[in-house]
Nanobody
Framework: QVQLVESGGGSVQTGGSLRLSCAAS????????MGWFRQAPGKEREGVAA????????YYADSVQGRFTISQDKTNNTLYLQMNSLKPEDTAIYYC???????????????????WGQGTQVTVSS
């Protein structure tokens, strides 16, 4: 089992920045991919960014490309999401997730992830 705990959410104005953190514990050796997903009110959960842990290769949704950066701290088993130039449409609950071996093309597809955190709220006001 892998336990994931997100932190760092909050409220910011348009154009502001936030950094989300996800602390992983438990049997983390079986995790090959980690990602950030988000769910806005009334919408389905969607993939935002993902990272292949061994190589550090990253993948982003078009909507956040160039504004968000996913990164990892292997020493502390922590995943980060740096979010810059935030927009009101970025408002959502953000979830951290982890999974084992998957095809890279599935990196932003939530159905391929086995472990999930509880989520952290991000609110961007205009």
């Amino acid at each position: 089992q892998v336990q994931l705990v997100e932190s760092g959410g909050g409220s910011v104005q348009t154009g502001g920045s936030l950094r989300l953190s996800c602390a992983a514990s438990g049997y983390t050796y079986g995790s090959y991919w980690m990602g950030w997903f988000r769910q806005a009110p009334g919408k389905e959960r969607e993939g935002v960014a993902a990272i292949y842990l061994s190589s550090g290769s990253t993948y982003y949704a078009d909507s956040v490309q160039g504004r968000f950066t996913i990164s990892q701290d292997k020493t502390n088993n922590t995943l980060y999401l740096q979010m810059n130039s935030l927009k009101p449409e970025d408002t959502a609950i953000y979830y951290c997730a982890a999974t084992g071996r998957i095809w890279a093309g599935y990196a932003l597809q939530l159905r391929h992830y086995n472990y999930w955190g509880q989520g952290t709220q991000v609110t961007v006001s205009s």
